[in-house]
């Protein structure tokens, strides 16, 4: 904490916020705990929280956001801005103290137009209540991360997220037109107000992905599109999951644009895929979804996908499985499903292109699998979403039923777990993370990552922040 006196620092906040939107240190830490790291969770469970912040605010705009950031300058304290703290890598935690800003205060839907089929949102707007505002109107934002009901607009923004439905409306960066932000030393900014322009380098792509550390989103506008008049489902076991990503791959490069493509292995279709459609499944199994507004062009893409899977020896299995896979999509993440302590849980999901897909997730997945003694009893079951036109995402979620009862030594394992499947992703030709972020739990390996790249993210960092107060030590930075 800066050389500054609690009191003080309450009333200073104050006069921006108002009273009632500060924090003190007990209600802070209590509040703002931990994220959803599973180190976090564990570390709050053991009365130990990773979390520590001095102080924490609410404001309700972005004047005021800027305000306090100047204040912290003036005070040399850290900030780290909180969405809706769902985050699983460790990006939110106060880990150095100081002072966390909650952007839920920021909340508006500020315009819409409903010609360019855009909007503007403030950064604290929880994804799930902008969904829900969107329908109404027939409209949608076609982001659907499992987390919807807690994460923000900003957060997304921030970590770089994905949706369900990536494969054909892309990630987080691909909704983002442009964004308003307040710099490390406390400037209100508006970047370009389109992403595809000559006018230099793209700054709102700087913002994405930089969780926290490089400015606080607070608004962006948006890319909406119209609900779509049909859904067509597609499920296709195949004999092996080499066969599975070679149709996958197909699909992809020939055109066709599945909303949803998710390919489980033997171990996820069989476990966590089969209990939720409630299907028995015993081979790789690819899910898959087509959409739009014109039915019959929606019922094209779908039969020429299923052609393509059927030529590499796909099995047809019933559309229903598919609906109900859609129905329940959010389940896997929550009990009973979602494990809970006294386990060890946590997905590495790195990103490849075609070329290495396919050893990336051998390699991954043994790494992982000779990493943990076999008296834990390992789970992991991985599937590959996300596709694009060059590669996929491989999500390989493992879970120790039950850790050692010491927290060192069961971070210990957690973090052996994570560097054997990061480094064997890596040197497999893989990028060490697609949609979640680095926060704290990657940031070791940012280094090996970027190569020479880091100084360059670092030099970004010190001009941008020259007193290190936006989350310092996130990103490896
Ligand atoms: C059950 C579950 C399911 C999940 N499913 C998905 C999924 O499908 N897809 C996906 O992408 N992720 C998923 N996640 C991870 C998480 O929800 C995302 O990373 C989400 O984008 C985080 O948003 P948040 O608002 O909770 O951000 P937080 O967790 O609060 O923060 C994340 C990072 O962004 C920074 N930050 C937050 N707001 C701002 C802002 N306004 N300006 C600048 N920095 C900011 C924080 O400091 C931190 O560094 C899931 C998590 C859980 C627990």
């Not at 090996?448 to 941008?464: C, D, H």
Request: aromatic share 8%.
């Amino acid at each position: 904490m800066a050389a500054v006196a609690a009191d003080v620092l309450i009333q200073r906040l104050s006069a921006i916020v108002g009273a009632g939107a500060v924090m003190a240190a007990p209600e802070a830490r209590a509040q703002y705990a931990g994220d959803q790291w599973w180190y976090a969770i564990a570390a709050m469970g053991a009365g130990q929280p990773v979390s520590r912040p001095d102080v924490a605010v609410r404001p309700q705009t972005a004047e005021q956001v800027a305000q306090i950031v100047r204040l912290c300058n003036e005070l040399r304290l850290p900030i780290t801005p909180w969405g809706g703290g769902s985050g699983v890598q460790g990006a939110a935690n106060a880990d150095r103290g100081g002072l966390v800003i909650d952007l839920r205060g920021l909340d508006r839907v500020r315009s819409f137009d409903h010609k360019s089929l855009t909007c503007v949102v403030e950064a604290g707007k929880i994804v799930r209540d902008f969904e829900a505002e969107l329908n109404a109107d027939g409209l949608c934002f076609t982001h659907y991360p499992a987390s919807t009901e807690w994460a923000t607009i900003g957060g997304s923004i921030a970590a770089r997220g994905s949706g369900v439905l990536s494969s054909k409306y892309g990630k987080i960066e691909d909704h983002v037109l442009n964004v308003e932000f307040v710099t490390p030393t406390g400037e209100l900014v508006q970047t370009p107000a389109v992403p595809r322009h000559a006018v230099g380098p793209e700054l709102t792509q700087l913002l994405i992905g930089s969780e926290g550390t490089l400015g606080i989103i607070t608004a962006a506008t948006i890319k909406l599109r119209t609900l779509p008049k049909k859904r067509a489902f597609l499920v296709v076991s195949f004999a092996n999951l080499a066969d599975g990503i070679e149709a996958g791959r197909q699909i992809m490069v020939t055109g066709l644009r599945p909303p949803v493509a998710r390919l489980y292995d033997v171990h996820a279709a069989s476990h966590s895929l089969s209990r939720a459609v409630d299907a028995p499944l015993s081979e790789p199994t690819f899910v898959l979804m087509f959409d739009g507004e014109y039915p019959a062009l929606v019922d094209l893409e779908a039969a020429a996908a299923r052609d393509i899977c059927l030529a590499h020896g796909g099995k047809l299995l019933p559309e229903r499985i598919g609906e109900l896979w859609w129905e329940r999509r959010y389940v896997f993440y929550y009990p009973p499903y979602a494990p809970e302590l006294p386990s060890i849980w946590g997905t590495v999901d790195v990103v490849a292109d075609f070329a290495h897909i396919e050893a990336v997730y051998h390699a991954t997945t043994e790494a992982i699998r000779a990493v943990v003694p076999a008296h834990y009893n390992l789970s992991l079951n991985t599937h590959l979403s996300h596709w694009y036109e060059w590669g996929s995402m491989i999500y390989a979620r493992m879970k120790i039923p039950i850790g050692p009862p010491d927290l060192a030594e069961a971070k210990a394992l957690h973090d052996a777990v994570f560097r054997a499947g990061t480094e064997a992703a890596m040197k497999a030709g893989a990028l060490m993370n697609d949609h979640h972020g680095v926060g704290i739990r990657l940031a070791p390996f940012m280094e090996a990552q970027y190569g020479a790249g880091m100084e360059t993210l670092r030099r970004i960092k010190q001009a941008m922040d020259p007193n290190n107060i936006l989350c310092p030590g996130k990103l490896g930075l």
